[in-house]
């Protein structure tokens, strides 16, 4: 069946093939490069987000903390501003207000909290678990699955770096009063300084990493489609113009020649006039006009040679039948009796003069 379509067919079938072999395979490898694309620029948007709480917790601790801890020994009510986690998590969610991070979120998840909805899950344990069996590693991202929903998430190492947190963590004799009765003193005790005590956690859903992974590959690969189309477009243009085009003419006159239907006039107007554009190439398709201009005089010098064959052939056709009539007129019987009367004519004038 596919030997059933012209040239020009039989070639933008075979680029259409190869352009969606191409589309599928290189659609695959770019959506995988784009999704690790889009991790890496959500997680190192996440570093600098944890970044940033880190620097609010300094802040906090270093400024915030020393101004409001004589009021919390003072006052039955606990301040919870004092806290350097309430304060990072109170400022990320006054962030998450702005439209490119309303997908966030941000946990101190660890294994020892005062409150108890820092508490980490199993999954946020492991991650705790690896940063204090593995001393050196500083970042950890990945996928979970959470309630049903997919999410992206990248951890860091929490630990306490400031000694004057560790008065409200170290036991509950040396806690607050109010401390104490907000909290209880069953839970974020026995902390001690520069130990990895849980993770900092941002996550975001992973629909998000897909969607502007598959908007990115959409993008592409639609540039990539609209560049093939044209290229398509292009090669069939240049193929007709430069290939099919001058392949025409010649196919015809080997059809002719074949059945031997051309005559010497025809011969003469491929020569002069189809014939005439292609030899003047210097590629494959010149030379091949040449073969065949040299085939068309052939055709037209053994044509003028036929004719004059032809001619002189009809000639001596001419003479010999003349020559046959004349004998024709000699052997016949009124012929034979006008010769007697003319001899006989001839001797009675011979006679009448003697």
Not at 129 to 148: A, P, Q, W
Not at 176 to 193: C, D, Q, R, T, V
Request: proline share 3%; with cysteine; hydrophobic share 40%.
């Amino acid at each position: 069946m596919f030997n059933r379509f012209k040239l020009a067919t039989k070639f933008t079938l075979l680029l259409s093939l190869v352009f969606v072999g191409a589309i599928v395979i290189s659609g695959f490898a770019l959506s995988h490069a784009l999704e690790q694309k889009a991790e890496s620029e959500i997680g190192y948007r996440s570093q600098i987000l944890a970044e940033t709480m880190n620097s609010v917790r300094a802040f906090t601790n270093t400024h915030v903390s020393p101004l409001l801890m004589p009021m919390v020994d003072t006052q039955a009510t606990f301040i919870p501003e004092v806290i350097p986690s309430y304060t990072v998590r109170e400022v990320f969610e006054s962030l998450r207000k702005n439209e490119d991070y309303k997908d966030f979120f941000y946990k101190d998840a660890l294994l020892n909290p005062t409150n108890l909805r820092d508490k980490a899950d199993e999954f946020e344990a492991g991650i705790t678990k690896r940063f204090n069996s593995e001393s050196g590693l500083k970042n950890i991202s990945g996928f979970r699955d959470s309630v049903g929903e997919k999410m992206f998430y990248s951890a860091r190492p929490f630990s306490v770096k400031n000694a004057t947190c560790l008065r409200c963590h170290s036991t509950p004799e040396a806690a607050p009063k109010s401390h104490i009765a907000s909290y209880g003193s069953e839970n974020g005790f026995g902390w001690k300084l520069n130990e990895v005590l849980g993770s900092q956690i941002i996550y975001v859903p992973a629909s998000k990493v897909f969607d502007d992974a598959n908007r990115a590959s959409f993008l592409i690969i639609s540039i990539f489609v609209g560049i093939f189309a044209l290229v398509i477009l292009l090669i069939n243009y240049l193929l007709k113009r430069n290939v099919l085009q001058p392949i025409k003419p010649m196919a015809q006159l080997a059809q002719k020649i074949s059945m031997d239907e051309i005559s010497a006039e025809e011969a003469a107007e491929f020569e002069h006039g189809k014939l005439k554009a292609i030899v003047k190439r210097n590629d494959e398709l010149g030379q091949l006009g040449r073969v065949f201009q040299r085939m068309v005089q052939e055709i037209y010098a053994r044509e003028q040679q036929l004719r004059q064959q032809l001619q002189k052939l009809r000639l001596e056709i001419d003479d010999n039948k003349r020559a046959r009539q004349v004998a024709e007129i000699a052997e016949s019987e009124s012929f034979q009796k006008l010769q007697e009367e003319a001899r006989a004519m001839r001797s009675k004038r011979d006679a009448v003069d003697e």
